[in-house]
């Protein structure tokens, strides 16, 4: 059975850097598309970053392109989310998922895409 799990949340003053990991547990690691969410207090939860097991480049929304780095160690069973030039909107519940191509694309913000989900961790950001 998959599971995830996140770990590296915490506290970090506006302008730092904080990297997520998340380790997948399971077979056929390098079969799965991987994607970042975050929830923000009062909010929904929003889609962040996404790498697709047929490859490509990193996907990312558009609020954290150019401070945000998804990238994947299939030798580890490991996807990350490296956080530069952090803002105080960026706190949130960060989540990691995993999902397999279903026959059809959604695309990467779609949650239909993702199967398994990591329990989330904390990231605050003050400024």
């Known amino acids: 059975q998959v599971q995830l799990v996140e770990s590296g949340g915490g506290l970090v003053q506006a302008g730092g850097s904080l990297r997520l990991s998340c380790a997948f547990s399971g077979r056929t690691f390098s079969s799965y598309s991987l994607g970042w969410f975050r929830r923000a207090p009062g909010k929904e939860r929003e889609y962040v970053a996404a790498l697709l097991w047929s490859g490509g480049n990193p996907l990312y929304t558009d609020s954290v392109k150019g401070r945000f780095t998804i990238s994947r160690d299939n030798a580890k069973n490991t996807v990350y989310l490296q956080m530069n030039s952090l803002e105080p909107e960026d706190t949130a519940v960060y989540y990691c998922?995993?999902?397999?191509?279903?026959?059809?694309?959604?695309?990467?913000?779609?949650?239909?895409?993702?199967?398994?989900w990591g329990q989330g961790t904390q990231v605050t950001v003050s400024s």
């Open positions: 998922a995993a999902g397999r191509y279903k026959g059809s694309w959604k695309g990467p913000s779609s949650e239909y895409e993702y199967d398994y």
